[in-house]
Nanobody, 124 residues
């Protein structure tokens, strides 16, 4: 299993970005739940959002709920993270990760496969 995160960049506060996580591998993408995590400089990696393999229930960190939306397109083997109303504190490297668990999980320890990360910088 390989995951490729993309879509990061520099955006002004209040702006929007869409991150993509492309899945590849022998197994079917439909069998995997996918989550997004982020790590800011000097801080530990933290959970952002996750979507299970059967689409619901999704879960979000309190800090992003109402501003971010996670979705998946099984036909394209891709998960998206729509990020709106971005704040400087959203600045971090964003990682996508996958597991084969049926239940929604927010713990990074429960994810077996990780992408390389994409940088998001929110600054004026």
């Amino acid at each position: 299993v390989q995951l490729q995160a993309s879509g990061g960049g520099l955006v002004q506060p209040g702006g929007s970005l869409v991150l993509s996580c492309a899945f590849s591998g022998r197994s079917s993408f439909r069998n995997y739940s996918v989550g997004w995590f982020r790590q800011a400089p000097g801080k530990e990696r933290e959970f952002v959002a996750t979507i299970p393999r059967n689409f619901r229930p999704t879960a979000y960190a309190d800090s992003v709920r109402g501003r971010f939306a996670i979705s998946r397109d099984n036909a394209k083997n891709t998960v998206y993270l729509q990020m709106n109303s971005l704040k400087p504190e959203d600045t971090a490297v964003y990682y996508c990760a996958a597991n084969r668990r049926l239940a929604t999980t927010t713990s990074s320890a429960n994810y077996d496969y990780w992408g390389q990360g994409t940088q998001v910088t929110v600054s004026s």
